[in-house]
Each structure stands twice: as C-alpha cells, then as structure tokens.
C-alpha cells in the first residue's frame, strides 16, 4: 500500500515542494509542485507553511529534503540562500513526525536510480538501458558541477556524495593553456566547475575575449547564454564549443576514477542543453583517454530528462531510508 509524504528541493533562488507515493522502498508516484522563490519568504518554515495553504489540505508529517548545501552539521545553510535549517527544530517548527535531508545532487542520484528507461536521453556510447550492477557516475552542470557515484548490486543500490565537481581543471589543448592561464589571474585555483557551470561559460568567454584583444560585452550570464545558443556571436559559441569539450573530458575523467560502466548527466543546465550534446565536441573528448579508449566506447552515456529529478529523489532517498536500505 503506497503511503503519501511530502518532499521539498530547496536551492539558492527557488524552493519546490510537492506531494508523493512511496511503497516499499520505491517512489510510485509524485505530484504537481509547487515552485517558490527563496527571496519572498523569510525561512523554509514559512515557505512550507505557503505550500500547506495552497495544497488546501493537511501536510503529511512525513518530510524527504534535497538541500543544496552539506547536511552535515546542527545548522544547515545555503551558499545564495539567507536561509538557514536546523533539524533538531525540524519536528517542532514544521510539524513533522519523520524527515530526511539528503544533498540536492545526492538525491538527483537516488532519482537516476530509480527512475525507469524512458526518463534518460541517449547522448553517447552503446545505446542500451544503464546496467544494474555497477557503478553510474552522475554528473550535474547547473549553478555549480554537482558529481555523485550510483552504486548498483544485487540487492539494491547506494549513493555516494562526491566533491568532484571541484578537480582541477586539466587542458587538454594550446587554446586551453592560455585559458587556465588567463583563468589563474582571477582565481586562486582553477577548478572544472569554473568551466563547466552556468558561470562557467562567463569564464570562457571572458577568457577568449582577452586572448582575442576583444571587449567582454555581456553585463550577465543570461544575455550571454541567449547569445550563444541562439548564434548570434561568433566568441559566445566558441566558449560554447569549449565548455562542452570540458564537460566531456571530465565527465570521462570522472568515469575512469569511479570505475564507471555507465554515465549520467544531470542537472537543469544540462536538460537545457539536450538538443545541443549531438553536434558538439562531448563525446569525442569523453572518449579521448589514450589507452583507455576502447574501454570509454563501450560506456553508454544517458542524460536525465525527468523535470523534477530533486523532488523524485529526495522521495526516492526516504523510501530507501524506510526500508532500511543503504544510500
């Protein structure tokens, strides 16, 4: 028998709540949800509060969290977000009997997990469904470069949280000499996620306009992301063209070190971007590890196209966390 919690995805600028099914250690169903901008309340207490009124009905005291931060700690904060969650308060101020905070890219994870075929885009490799034992590297481009690790087996699976997002980024070509160099004027240390991020593409072209002798012209990331997917500047796609060729150089780099026999892009930037995969230089870089690339060939590369993969998973985590399972 499904039984109904409720699950919240809280980032930086929004917070969604929703409604769903779980039955015995799986998500079977999730509702509509409701999407709030953190800007307008002043704590997650008020935003759920904002969520039981509009559903119209009681809340249930069941509660799945992805956070976008560490949920490590007895105070738990976001890096864009004034709000600060402590769950020792949790059963008191939202009325809760039972909850589980997960990390926001962990709980995209538990989603790739249970999340059936025809949730996935094929982007690269063989064209077969993701393995059921094994490792899948799941890898986030959206605000930051979120990376987990999907460990499969025979019994069920478990999540893995990585910092991975955060290696340092490695050139692989002259053009991407001068631009770590470039970027090593405006950071401390050069790291992927500076590269293959929202931002990122900020970085790149900011990069190239200087190796060009040219004026960076784009007073935001959101002009400059129109300006390259709609072709209209010649500088804006090649930083374009560079950060796919980094997103999939990492993103087999990434699959070497887990031991991966699958790989999974997530992330609202990388669903943004799912038409644009095929005619881009990301799979010839995935595959571009020396020796290594006859083993890179036969890994199938899956992008997840789910709408609400945090609020899936973080139903998909408690379900697990029910039955005892590991995650």
Known sequence: MAHRIAVADIGGTHARFALADIAEGAVVGLGDPLTLATSDHASFQTAWQQFG?????????????AFAGTVQGDVLKLTNNPWVIQPALMKEKLGVERFL???????????????????????CGPDRPLPATGVTSVVGPGTG????????????????????GH???????????????????????????????????????????????????????????AAALEGRDPLAGAALDRFFLTLGAVAGDLALSHGANAVVIAGGLGF???????????????????RFERRMEAIPVKLVTHPQPGLYGAAAAFAIGLTGGGH
């Open 53 to 65: 009124h509009q559903l119209g009905e009681p809340l249930p005291t069941d509660l799945g969290v």
């Open 101 to 123: 905070i997960v990390n926001d890219f962990g709980a995209v994870a538990h989603a790739v997990a249970q999340l059936g075929p025809d949730h996935f885009d094929h982007l």
């Open 145 to 164: 470069l979120g990376v987990a690790q999907l460990l499969r087996h025979a019994s069920g699976y478990h999540v893995i949280e990585t910092e991975g």
């Open 167 to 225: 290696v340092d980024f490695a050139p692989l070509d002259g053009l991407e000499d001068r631009i770590l160099q470039y970027l090593r004027r405006q950071f401390r240390r050069v790291s992927t996620e500076r590269i293959a991020c929202g931002s990122g593409l900020a970085n790149l072209y900011d990069a190239l306009a200087s190796i060009e002798g040219q004026n960076a012209r784009y007073a935001d990331d959101k002009a400059l992301w």
């Open 272 to 290: 943004r971007l799912k038409d644009r995969f095929a005619g881009s230089g990301f799979a010839d870089r995935f595959i571009a590890k020396g």
